[in-house]
């Protein structure tokens, strides 16, 4: 049974993963439907989570939208993603970032890394 279950999670893996890390700021190009049209959303934020592994692996990004925190989680390998691209590289030395919920202003902010 087990091996059924894994044939048909590793035909839904993307063939490109996008290389990013918590606390890097990405822009996530997600598709959106309305009524029969379709369109890309781009959405800029900080990734405060990467959990899961194989097919079911998540990442959280979250924004500030007119002083409202605003987050949102999507599946690393749905075809709903169409692209991350990594704006900033993050230092960080957390693998959750919860606390930057309770932050606002320029202490919500995550130091760049300089390479």
Same mark, same amino acid.
């Given at each position: ?20 890390? /918590?606390?890097? %700021?990405?822009? /996530? ?28 692996? %998540?990442? %959280? ?6 002083? /409202? ?6 599946? !690393? ?19 959750? !970032?919860?606390? !930057? ?8 902010? /995550?130091?760049? !890394?300089?390479?």
């Amino acid at each position: 049974m087990n091996d059924i279950i894994k044939e048909i999670e590793q035909e839904q893996l993307k063939a490109e993963v996008p290389q990013f890390r /918590v606390g890097d %700021t990405v822009r /996530v190009h997600a598709k959106i439907k309305e009524g029969e049209k379709e369109r890309i959303q781009v959405f800029e934020g900080v990734v405060l989570k990467k959990q899961g592994g194989s097919n079911r692996a %998540t990442f %959280t990004v979250r924004k500030n939208s007119n002083g /409202v925190g605003v987050e949102k989680t999507w599946p !690393l390998h749905s075809p709903s993603v169409v692209k991350v691209d990594v704006v900033r590289l993050g230092k960080v030395r957390r693998a959750k !970032l919860n606390y !930057l919920r309770g932050r606002v202003g320029k202490r919500a902010k /995550v130091k760049e !890394l300089v390479r």
